[in-house]
């Protein structure tokens, strides 16, 4: 009798898996760079518009050029790299970056650059990284396996905190011994470094089904997505709510130093003690590994800035402070690679850098509303008043792990169900021609129907984030048994898409209706085309089916 086989064990996961990976490798030490290249290209650019003007209001400014455009064009990026190839748009992207930024150095090495100008293009660099983020956050899961991914955004993150901490300082000695242009030229130098690896990467293209999307309908879609998938929307809605209220720590540290009479270098100091906090907490969540999952470590880290907020509000000496910000480095990682991770493990790709995009805007969108409103308290009230707040939101915000838990992404199957047959006349019929409306029939005995309709509820949600303008459930008043599930489609093309989007995932959510079908054939779908061309009625014609169709 032939021995058993025994399947070879899974290799362990670790933090530093991804590496593994010569493209993930490459790209990381490239976006490093370029990390640090962005961080001495803010210094540079904030000094220099110092020195070129007397204006406040144009310093201030320097923040908007540099946020804005992730609020104008965070979603427009994130619907691009769902519809184009995302290397193409990775090397348009790091290119325009390098260009904007050696003609900034250039003019300013020449003295032929003014306030307006250093505004205008920090406007234009801001529009190269609002498209370009997207795109890399949505790389990940093509580069790594699905069990590395959580390592490898982690990776991410510390490469941020990495340039963080001495990107700024490598700036400011650039501009104190020669030149804030020799920063900007630098930065360019970084940006055609990333552009190089991302030339040599030999991408595997991703295959998509059914007609392809326009701009403004893979837009909608990807909203769509975002409103009728609750694990995303709880992922929103807690990360608005964590931004908004750890926005207190970046928006107020600054006053606190100054409060303690300390200088501008014992602020850089607190920035650098946050990236070694965020550079830290990678290595624990490396050891941590499965012992704590996403809602736990969120938990952890709100909970965590509760205690910072709180600490900054009463903090008296410059060492308690530093203690206070490593640690807020790691709560930071914790949570944010938390976040990021659910996101990306939680979409299909047809839509996946769509979905990060809106997540990225939501994330913004809480740091600036966050900024306004406990400065604005500091200002009209007091700072100790503002922080204590801070930290009072956050600790209400743990609330929201109730109605929002953070769902478990192990086990997913988002691969699509693309095994479904296909349908008459499905090759002679434009996808421009619609509406369209599905009916699929069940016989569900009436013991069944508390259970079939909990079932079907979950099925709706599906037909609507894939496409469906409407859908619901109906009962035959003569037969009652007979209950039909309708769903309705713009058009034809969009109703194709809707089936190439249905996943593995979905499938079981469709398994748990069909179980419920109680007829001796297959559950009849039929499809109705409204308004049909007069020259082509016969193939238009709905055609009843007893295929098991989405």
């Given at each position: 009798?032939?021995?058993?086989?025994?399947?070879?064990?899974?290799?362990?996961?670790?933090?530093?898996?991804?590496?593994?990976?010569?493209?993930?490798?490459?790209?990381?030490?490239?976006?490093?760079?370029?990390?640090?290249?962005?961080?001495?290209?803010?210094?540079?650019?904030?000094?220099?518009?110092?020195?070129?003007?007397?204006?406040?209001?144009?310093?201030?400014?320097?923040?908007?050029?540099?946020?804005?455009?992730?609020?104008?064009?965070?979603?427009?990026?994130?619907?691009?790299?769902?519809?184009?190839?995302?290397?193409?748009?990775?090397?348009?992207?790091q290119?325009?970056?390098?260009?904007?930024?050696m003609?900034?150095?250039?003019?300013?090495?020449?003295?032929?650059?003014?306030?307006?100008?250093?505004?205008?293009?920090?406007?234009?660099?801001?529009?190269?990284?609002a498209?370009?983020?997207?795109?890399?956050?949505?790389?990940?899961?093509?580069?790594?396996?699905?069990?590395?991914?959580?390592?490898?955004?982690?990776?991410?993150?510390?490469s941020?905190?990495?340039?963080?901490?001495?990107?700024?300082?490598?700036?400011?000695?650039?501009?104190?011994?020669?030149?804030?242009?020799?920063?900007?030229?630098?930065?360019?130098?970084?940006?055609?470094?990333?552009?190089a690896?991302?030339?040599?990467?030999?991408?595997?293209?991703?295959?998509?089904?059914?007609?392809?999307?326009?701009?403004?309908?893979?837009?909608?879609?990807?909203?769509?997505?975002?409103?009728?998938?609750?694990?995303?929307?709880g992922?929103?809605?807690?990360?608005?709510?964590?931004?908004?209220?750890?926005s207190?720590?970046?928006?107020?540290?600054?006053?606190?130093v100054?409060?303690?009479?300390?200088?501008?270098?014992?602020?850089?100091?607190?920035?650098?003690?946050?990236?070694?906090?965020?550079?830290?907490?990678?290595?624990?969540?490396?050891?941590?590994?499965?012992?704590?999952?996403?809602?736990q470590?969120?938990?952890?880290?709100?909970?965590?800035?509760?205690?910072?907020?709180?600490?900054?509000?009463?903090?008296?000496?410059?060492?308690?402070?530093?203690?206070?910000?490593?640690?807020?480095?790691?709560?930071?990682?914790?949570?944010?690679?938390?976040?990021?991770?659910?996101?990306?493990?939680?979409?299909?790709?047809?839509?996946q850098?769509?979905?990060?995009?809106?997540?990225?805007?939501?994330?913004?969108?809480?740091?600036?509303?966050?900024?306004?409103?406990?400065?604005?308290?500091?200002?009209?009230?007091?700072?100790?008043?503002?922080?204590?707040?801070?930290?009072?939101?956050?600790?209400?915000?743990?609330a929201?792990?109730?109605?929002?838990?953070?769902?478990?992404?192990?086990?997913?199957?988002?691969?699509?169900?693309?095994?479904?047959?296909?349908?008459?006349?499905?090759?002679?019929?434009?996808?421009?021609?619609?509406?369209?409306?599905?009916?699929?029939?069940?016989?569900?005995?009436?013991?069944?129907?508390?259970?079939?309709?909990?079932?079907?509820?979950?099925?709706?949600?599906?037909?609507?984030?894939?496409?469906?303008?409407?859908?619901?459930?109906?009962?035959?008043?003569?037969?009652?048994?007979?209950?039909?599930?309708?769903?309705?489609?713009?058009?034809?093309?969009?109703?194709?898409r809707?089936?190439?989007?249905?996943?593995?995932?979905?499938?079981?959510?469709?398994?748990?209706?069909?179980?419920?079908?109680?007829g001796?054939?297959?559950?009849?779908?039929?499809?109705?085309?409204?308004?049909?061309?007069?020259?082509?009625?016969?193939?238009?014609?709905?055609?009843?089916?007893l295929?098991?169709?989405?």
């Amino acid at each position: 009798m032939p021995e058993p086989t025994v399947a070879p064990p899974t290799p362990k996961v670790t933090l530093w898996t991804p590496f593994v990976h010569a493209v993930f490798r490459a790209l990381w030490i490239a976006g490093l760079v370029s990390n640090v290249g962005t961080w001495m290209q803010n210094i540079a650019g904030v000094w220099l518009v110092t020195a070129l003007t007397a204006s406040a209001t144009l310093v201030a400014l320097m923040q908007t050029a540099t946020s804005l455009p992730a609020f104008l064009l965070s979603m427009p990026g994130g619907v691009l790299a769902d519809l184009v190839d995302r290397r193409r748009l990775l090397l348009f992207t790091q290119g325009f970056m390098a260009l904007v930024a050696m003609v900034l150095g250039a003019l300013t090495l020449g003295g032929g650059v003014s306030a307006y100008g250093v505004l205008g293009f920090t406007f234009l660099l801001g529009m190269g990284a609002a498209l370009n983020l997207p795109i890399w956050q949505s790389i990940v899961t093509e580069l790594v396996p699905r069990p590395a991914v959580p390592s490898a955004i982690t990776l991410n993150g510390v490469s941020n905190n990495i340039a963080r901490a001495i990107g700024p300082a490598i700036g400011g000695l650039i501009i104190a011994y020669y030149s804030p242009g020799w920063v900007f030229v630098l930065n360019g130098i970084s940006f055609l470094g990333t552009w190089a690896v991302v030339y040599f990467w030999k991408r595997q293209p991703l295959t998509t089904s059914g007609p392809a999307e326009n701009f403004i309908g893979a837009l909608r879609a990807g909203l769509r997505y975002v409103q009728y998938s609750p694990a995303i929307y709880g992922v929103l809605v807690r990360t608005f709510a964590f931004s908004f209220g750890a926005s207190a720590m970046w928006a107020l540290t600054s006053v606190v130093v100054k409060q303690l009479n300390l200088s501008a270098g014992h602020y850089g100091a607190t920035l650098s003690w946050l990236g070694a906090g965020a550079v830290t907490g990678a290595m624990l969540m490396g050891r941590a590994g499965p012992r704590l999952n996403f809602n736990q470590r969120v938990l952890l880290g709100v909970l965590a800035f509760a205690g910072t907020n709180l600490a900054l509000a009463l903090i008296s000496n410059i060492y308690v402070l530093y203690a206070v910000m490593f640690v807020s480095g790691i709560a930071w990682l914790l949570v944010m690679t938390s976040f990021s991770t659910t996101v990306q493990l939680s979409v299909p790709k047809w839509v996946q850098a769509r979905v990060i995009s809106v997540y990225m805007l939501v994330f913004q969108a809480g740091l600036s509303i966050g900024s306004l409103v406990w400065g604005e308290l500091a200002d009209h009230l007091s700072l100790r008043t503002s922080l204590l707040a801070a930290a009072a939101w956050m600790l209400a915000s743990t609330a929201l792990a109730l109605p929002f838990p953070m769902r478990s992404t192990e086990g997913l199957n988002l691969d699509p169900a693309d095994d479904r047959p296909h349908t008459t006349g499905e090759d002679r019929t434009d996808p421009d021609d619609g509406p369209v409306l599905v009916m699929i029939e069940y016989q569900v005995a009436p013991a069944d129907w508390a259970a079939f309709h909990l079932a079907a509820e979950q099925l709706t949600r599906l037909r609507l984030r894939d496409g469906a303008l409407r859908a619901g459930v109906f009962a035959d008043v003569a037969v009652p048994t007979r209950i039909s599930e309708f769903f309705y489609v713009a058009t034809w093309g969009e109703h194709q898409r809707q089936r190439h989007r249905f996943t593995r995932e979905d499938q079981v959510v469709e398994g748990q209706v069909r179980r419920f079908h109680r007829g001796p054939d297959a559950p009849r779908v039929t499809r109705f085309l409204a308004f049909p061309n007069t020259s082509n009625v016969e193939e238009a014609t709905p055609i009843p089916t007893l295929e098991s169709q989405r």
